[in-house]
């Protein structure tokens, strides 16, 4: 190696040192910008109007244990829930949770209950994400069976409707 060489790669190992603390300290910078952007800070919880008539009180306790932060007026809005992105993303969750199915305002709009028994027993809900911060909402199998039979008991199930309908029908 040549002197010239080494100066060279020395040169260069201190502009790559340079354009990642550019690049980091870029990175701080925008985090703070962001944090000042109205975005993801509705933490509202409407009041509760009216809930289902539960099977058992475990079905509703199951169900405020795993899935009410998002499907209810009455999320617990942790600290982390205050900082973007994070926050973007959490305030997504419950707005689209709460679209699909409020338990906090039954009666009140068409909901598809029978989609929430579904997408439990898929394993589709609890999320992932959630479950990751959330250790309490994941249900052991028993759980998760007995929860089922009870969101199918309070919400009733398509099974149900149709036979209701048909029975109509005839008579």
């Given at each position: 190696?040549?002197?010239?060489?080494?100066?060279?790669?020395?040169?260069m190992?201190?502009?790559?040192?340079?354009?990642?603390?550019?690049?980091?300290?870029?990175?701080?910078?925008?985090?703070?910008?962001?944090?000042?952007?109205?975005?993801?800070?509705?933490?509202?919880?409407?009041?509760?109007?009216?809930?289902?008539?539960?099977?058992?009180?475990?079905?509703?306790?199951?169900?405020?244990?795993?899935?009410?932060?998002c499907?209810?007026?009455?999320?617990?809005?942790p600290?982390?829930?205050?900082?973007?992105?994070v926050?973007?993303?959490i305030?997504?969750?419950?707005?689209?949770?709460?679209?699909?199915?409020?338990?906090?305002?039954?009666?009140?709009?068409?909901?598809?209950?029978?989609?929430?028994?579904?997408?439990?027993?898929?394993?589709?809900?609890?999320?992932?994400?959630?479950?990751?911060?959330?250790?309490?909402?994941?249900?052991?199998?028993?759980e998760?069976?007995?929860?089922?039979?009870?969101?199918?008991?309070?919400?009733?199930?398509?099974?149900?409707?149709?036979?209701?309908?048909?029975?109509e029908?005839e008579?």
């Amino acid at each position: 190696m040549t002197l010239s060489s080494i100066v060279n790669l020395i040169f260069m190992k201190s502009n790559i040192k340079s354009i990642l603390k550019i690049i980091f300290f870029g990175l701080i910078t925008i985090l703070i910008i962001i944090q000042f952007l109205p975005i993801g800070k509705n933490h509202t919880n409407p009041p509760v109007m009216k809930e289902p008539q539960w099977d058992t009180p475990q079905t509703r306790a199951t169900f405020i244990r795993a899935c009410a932060d998002c499907h209810s007026n009455e999320t617990k809005w942790p600290w982390y829930s205050n900082i973007a992105p994070v926050s973007w993303l959490i305030q997504d969750h419950v707005d689209e949770g709460r679209e699909h199915l409020n338990i906090s305002e039954w009666g009140m709009r068409k909901y598809h209950e029978d989609d929430a028994v579904k997408e439990v027993e898929k394993g589709a809900m609890p999320l992932e994400g959630y479950l990751f911060l959330h250790s309490e909402a994941k249900l052991t199998q028993q759980e998760k069976e007995e929860f089922i039979q009870g969101l199918k008991a309070t919400f009733g199930s398509e099974e149900e409707e149709t036979e209701h309908t048909e029975s109509e029908i005839e008579e």
